[in-house]
Nanobody, 115 residues
Framework: VQLQASGGGLVQPGGSLRLSCAAS????????WAWYRQAPGNQREWVAR???????MYAEFVKGRFTISRDNAMNTFYLQMDSLKPEDTAVYYC??????????WGQGTLVTVSS
């Protein structure tokens, strides 16, 4: 199974974007979903996580601005990003924990926050 991330782009500070991550196989079961990001020159960092049947969790620097959610019927999950700041500029990666215990990764989508 593959994950396909989309929805990145250029947005002004204070704006919003919604990232999507779709699984190539509709019936493949995941047990957790997450987003990471990597800014130029920085290490990849965790952004948000949603466990199956659990409560979503967020890194402190996005808490209150970003929301992770999923559409089980479409086997797709999302990252709604509001009140974007220039420091949110990064390549965003989606990842999901399969029932087989493996983490699957998408290819990344670039988000640029600039005026």
């Amino acid at each position: 199974v593959q994950l396909q991330a989309s929805g990145g782009g250029l947005v002004q500070p204070g704006g919003s974007l919604r990232l999507s991550c779709a699984a190539s196989e509709m019936a493949f079961r995941f047990n957790a979903w997450a987003w990471y990001r990597q800014a130029p020159g920085n290490q990849r960092e965790w952004v948000a996580r949603l466990p199956r049947g659990g409560v979503s969790m967020y890194a402190e620097f996005v808490k209150g601005r970003f929301t992770i959610s999923r559409d089980n019927a479409m086997n797709t999950f999302y990252l709604q990003m509001d009140s974007l700041k220039p420091e949110d500029t990064a390549v965003y990666y989606c990842t999901a924990l399969g029932y087989d215990g493996d983490w699957y990764w998408g290819q990344g989508t670039l988000v640029t926050v600039s005026s």
